[in-house]
């Protein structure tokens, strides 16, 4: 098993990814129809902005980011600083899919365990990033000198078998996830559907890994189940790998209007990412095991 990375919300890809999902929250309230797909880089405290909407309204990407974070780290929200690059009342048009998703149930969920731990004390303002080698029982992690003593304490209360490391992970940098930047108009709502199809997998016990693709030569208003190309790349299932295709492109939508509609809940995720609860989202609705199990 690869090392499992957790950085508290307030850090890392986390934190990227909540700006990235909360600008595109704050583009929809003065434009609710607008198609906007925007990723955010994390150099440390200097944030750049890159992407494209139809909106025209350009909105305050560093007050909106000092606004949350003030919520939680007063300190940190006087340091951001934010490059905006931002093409505001950019037409474009949707291109063919070509996405995947590859998840190891295992994985999943020892990482949501460890992820909702680092939460857990960032809301108590105590910060600490993770690299939890479950295999030598090795965790590098990093904090500052002031919380050393604190951190470590944690973990070695919540990690007794591990070998604990300090480390520093100042120089890495970090990059916001497609879905968290994009509104629900092309690649997301098939993002959260190759999820959907997983959770159900995992949860049914068909499988204990999966690697799902969507590639289409077509626009997404024209798929369908008929015509859409839906590829499991691994074989490890408790069936054959292309009946499992078969009961997928069977059971679940895959008409962008459906599919629009069953995750209409999942346009804010920032508190699925502080956390990590799935269950309040469709995302981890398990609404079609009967008839997958019927089948």
């Known amino acids: 098993m690869s090392t499992i990375n957790v950085y508290n919300f307030l850090d890392g890809a986390n934190l990227c990814n909540i700006f990235a999902n909360l ?28 992407g494209q909407t139809t909106s025209e309204t350009l909105i305050n990407i560093a007050e909106l980011f000092q606004d949350f974070t003030n919520n939680y780290n007063e300190e940190l929200s006087k340091k951001i600083r934010v490059f905006d690059m931002i093409v505001y009342g950019k037409e474009f048009d949707d291109l063919p899919l070509n996405i995947s998703h590859k ?23 105590t910060y600490f990033n993770l690299k939890v080698d479950d295999l030598s029982k090795i965790i590098f992690f990093d904090c500052s000198e002031e919380q050393y003593s604190d951190v470590k304490n944690i973990l070695e209360r919540d990690f007794t078998e591990y070998d604990l490391i300090k480390h520093d992970f100042s120089n890495e940098i970090y990059f916001s996830e497609k879905i968290y930047g994009q509104t629900m108009h092309n690649e997301k709502p098939y993002l959260l559907l190759l999820n959907f199809i997983t959770d159900h997998v995992f949860k049914l016990g068909i499988s204990k890994k999966i690697d799902l693709s969507i590639v289409s030569t077509i626009h997404t208003k024209e798929l369908t189940n008929e015509n859409i190309d839906l590829k499991i790349s691994n074989d490890d299932h408790i069936v054959k790998t292309n009946w499992l295709e078969s009961l997928i492109m069977d059971v679940f939508p895959f008409e962008i209007s459906d599919l629009q509609q069953r995750f209409s809940d999942c346009d804010d995720l920032t508190k699925l990412i502080i956390d990590s609860d799935f269950d309040g989202y469709s995302l981890s609705d398990l609404s079609v095991k009967h008839e997958m199990l019927l089948i």
């Open 23 to 50: 600008i595109v929250l704050k583009i929809k309230e003065s434009f609710p129809d607008a198609k906007t797909e925007i990723s955010v880089i994390n150099v440390r405290n200097f944030f750049i902005i890159k």
């Open 103 to 125: 998840e190891n149930k295992y994985e999943l969920e020892r990482f949501i365990e460890i992820q909702r731990l680092v939460n857990y004390h960032a809301k108590n303002k």
